[in-house]
RNA sequence: UGGGGUGUCGCCAAGCGGUAAGGCACCGGGUUUUGAUCCCGGCACACGCAGGUUCGAAUCCUGCCACCCCAGCCA
């Protein structure tokens, strides 16, 4: 049916519709729980849930997974929407929430108990504990496992109306306390929290367990396939016991894929909380955390990441994906979309002693390759800024750059001539005395000087200051171990550099953009006259001794 | 020592009995007014290990080994 299966999944897919006889569809969901932001591997589960179903022909539900009232609220369930349809993603009028089938969600737990197949456990919590038994001994049988079906309504009933605090009893399936699956010991399908639900306020005080609603949910919005991460692989045999309990309409599959592994960055939200609390990023959407919101305010696009997930595939291998995947789809994407400017992160004073007059208005393309993309204007002047990177005493073999004597190209104007260094007090260069070619202007080279290099640069007396925040990983380890992840953060992940930037750039509509040589930066949504450096060029400059390339 | 999973190039990942795709990274070379982009070329006699079946095995069988997940009234 499909030209190419590109994962086990899809092909799966493609293996039932083939036996199908009559029409057939597929249903999928993305259900986060709302207590928290959604970060990359997120993304990965809404690409393959969202992609799986729009190539099918089918539909995609987003539904927020609520049943736990203690670590939910509505900002996270706004917050989610927003980054699901910032990656592009439609979900129509799916959207929907556990927490709305509560009242079905119930009445599957009361046919349940009619049938025998679950009970009210007086246990307390501890209790329950220490009689599952171990991963090598079975549990024992609940005192409360043979209640009459009687009595078990009633308690339920008395459970539901709020006659017993916290803790007291919970409803559990009627399975099997010497099954090797933990999941099967009789577990909990039913605790009473007497809490407020960010969606159904008070109405409840009883609550389903994740493994008693979430099967029950796919089947009620007749999910095909129920696709989620390998931890969830032992409580499959639970979710088919619940369904095979009921008889409801639809009968959905769980299948289970791999979690999205990356490096230099941890995925779990309670480190993430770490990260956060203790103050060593400035929120969940710091451009260095793999949150969506932070990618997004870093200047990741959503193309990019979804380039990235479909690259990354999909299986049940365990992964740790390199960080260089990740960049590569960022600049793969930005190298095509994002104008290309001038900014110059640590400027140099070059003053150009032999031109007259005050500055003069060049032109340039915002992209070589973009002609649509438009041009902008570009002061020139007698006094400008360069990258302090860009000029060396003494250069190193094979320097492409500015150095005493040398001729280099001003990206998009005149080729100068160094001709003279003002070295400052403390012995740094302070300023460098040039002259520039006046035939040399870019686009009608007159002058046959072949110059060292191109550098990029802003005219002093246009130029607009601005602060640029230059990222690098936040850990330094590929792999930061959970136990001791603190230890491997990077604590000069960010600097903040007072850079110069074209007038053109700053007053530019666009929030993306290449500083041409430096990297591609995305204007700060939040802080004023700043921008958040996305990714570096690629650079394959090795200097031959210990140079300081940028 | 219970159950469930996974092992193919540094990192991802195709492959599904017929003689190892692709991407990233890396290494060469070309183009270039970004040491960028782009283009060309190189990069696993080898598929966790050991046996076996077969004319033929990464793919089938057996036995080992390694790693991941599970003992929440979290999801």
Same mark, same amino acid.
């Given at each position: 049916?499909? =030209?190419s299966?590109t994962?086990?999944?899809r092909q799966?897919?493609?293996r039932?519709l ?8 597929v249903?999928?969901?993305f259900?986060?729980e ?9 993304a ?11 190539e099918?022909g089918g ?7 609520d049943?736990?009232?203690l670590a939910? *609220?509505?900002?996270?369930?706004k917050a989610? @929407?927003q ?10 009028d799916?959207?929907t929430?556990?927490?709305d089938?509560?009242e079905?969600?119930h009445?599957c737990?009361?046919?349940l ?10 246990? *307390? @919590? =501890?209790?329950?504990?220490q ?12 005192p ?6 009687r009595?078990?309504?009633d308690?339920f009933?008395?459970m539901k109306?709020?006659?017993?605090p916290?803790?007291a009893?919970v409803l559990?399936a009627?399975?099997?306390m ?7 010991r009789d577990?909990?399908?039913y ?21 008693f ?6 089947a ?8 989620c991460?390998?931890?969830?692989e032992?409580h499959?045999?639970?979710y ?9 309409n639809a009968?959905?599959?769980?299948i289970e894929?791999s ?6 960055t ?6 993430l @909380?770490r ?5 060593l990023?400035?929120g969940w ?9 932070g ?6 696009r ?18 740790q994906?390199?960080?260089?995947l990740l ?19 640590n400027?140099?004073?070059?003053r150009?002693?032999n031109?007259?007059g005050d ?6 393309p915002?992209?070589p390759?973009r ?5 902008? !204007?570009l002061?020139f ?7 302090? =990177? ?5 250069p190193?073999p ?16 005149y080729i100068?001539r ?8 403390n012995?740094?260069?302070a300023?460098?005395i ?11 080279d007159? !002058?046959?000087?072949k110059?060292?290099?191109v550098?990029h640069w802003v ?7 601005a602060k640029?925040r ?9 792999s ?11 604590h *000069?992940?960010?600097?903040?550099? !007072?850079g ?10 666009e929030?993306?953009? @290449?500083?041409?040589?430096?990297g591609?930066f ?9 921008y958040?450096?996305?990714?570096t060029?690629r650079d *394959?400059?090795?200097?031959?001794s210990?140079?300081?390339p940028s």
């Amino acid at each position: 049916m499909l =030209e190419s299966a590109t994962d086990f999944i899809r092909q799966q897919i493609d293996r039932e519709l083939a036996a199908v006889v009559g029409p057939s569809a597929v249903v999928t969901r993305f259900p986060p729980e709302p207590n928290g932001y959604l970060h990359i591997g997120h993304a990965k589960s809404i690409c393959l849930n969202f992609g799986v179903a729009e190539e099918y022909g089918g539909r995609t539900y987003l539904r927020f997974d609520d049943t736990n009232p203690l670590a939910e *609220s509505l900002e996270y369930v706004k917050a989610i @929407q927003q980054d699901v349809a910032w990656l592009g993603f439609d979900w129509g009028d799916r959207l929907t929430f556990a927490s709305d089938y509560f009242e079905r969600l119930h009445q599957c737990a009361v046919k349940l108990i009619e049938n025998g197949n679950a009970y009210v456990c007086s246990l *307390s @919590q =501890e209790e329950i504990r220490q009689t599952r038994g171990t991963l090598t001994e079975p549990g024992v049988d609940s005192p409360h496992r043979n209640r009459s079906v009687r009595d078990n309504l009633d308690l339920f009933a008395r459970m539901k109306a709020g006659e017993f605090p916290d803790g007291a009893h919970v409803l559990r399936a009627r399975i099997d306390m010497a099954s090797p699956n933990l999941n099967m010991r009789d577990p909990v399908l039913y605790r009473i929290r007497h809490a407020a639900h960010h969606n159904v306020g008070d109405a409840w005080v009883i609550y389903p367990t994740y493994d008693f609603t979430h099967c029950i949910c796919d089947a009620l919005e007749n999910v095909t396939h129920s696709l989620c991460t390998l931890e969830f692989e032992d409580h499959r045999p639970l979710y088919d016991w619940v369904l095979d309990n009921l008889s409801l309409n639809a009968r959905p599959r769980q299948i289970e894929f791999s979690r999205l592994g990356l490096e230099h960055t941890v995925m779990s939200k309670r480190l993430l @909380q770490r990260l956060v609390s203790e103050g060593l990023v400035e929120g969940w959407d710091d451009p260095r955390m793999p949150t969506l919101a932070g990618l997004r305010r870093r200047g990741v696009r959503p193309q990019a990441i979804r380039d990235f997930c479909s690259r990354v595939g999909v299986t049940k291998q365990d992964n740790q994906v390199a960080m260089e995947l990740l960049e590569f789809c960022v600049r793969r994407d930005l190298e095509e979309t994002a104008p290309k400017g001038m900014g110059v992160v640590n400027p140099l004073r070059v003053r150009l002693a032999n031109y007259p007059g005050d500055g003069e208005a060049l032109e340039a393309p915002w992209h070589p390759r973009r002609p649509d993309l438009g041009r902008r !204007s570009l002061p020139f002047g007698p006094v400008l800024h360069i990258d302090r =990177e860009d000029f060396a005493v003494m250069p190193p073999p094979k320097w492409k750059r500015l150095s005493p004597g040398a001729h280099v190209r001003l990206r998009y104007a005149y080729i100068i001539r160094c001709d003279e260094v003002v070295t400052g007090a403390n012995g740094e260069v302070a300023e460098l005395i040039c002259s520039y070619l006046p035939n040399s202007k870019s686009g009608s080279d007159a !002058s046959g000087v072949k110059p060292a290099g191109v550098i990029h640069w802003v005219a002093a007396h246009a130029a607009k200051p601005a602060k640029l925040r230059l990222y690098e990983r936040l850990f330094k380890e590929r792999s930061p171990s959970g136990a001791d992840f603190m230890a491997s953060v990077n604590h *000069s992940s960010l600097a903040i550099a !007072s850079g110069l930037v074209e007038p053109a750039l700053a007053t530019s509509r666009e929030a993306h953009f @290449q500083f041409e040589r430096v990297g591609y930066f995305h204007r700060d949504p939040k802080l004023p006259n700043t921008y958040n450096r996305t990714v570096t060029l690629r650079d *394959s400059w090795r200097p031959p001794s210990g140079g300081q390339p940028s």
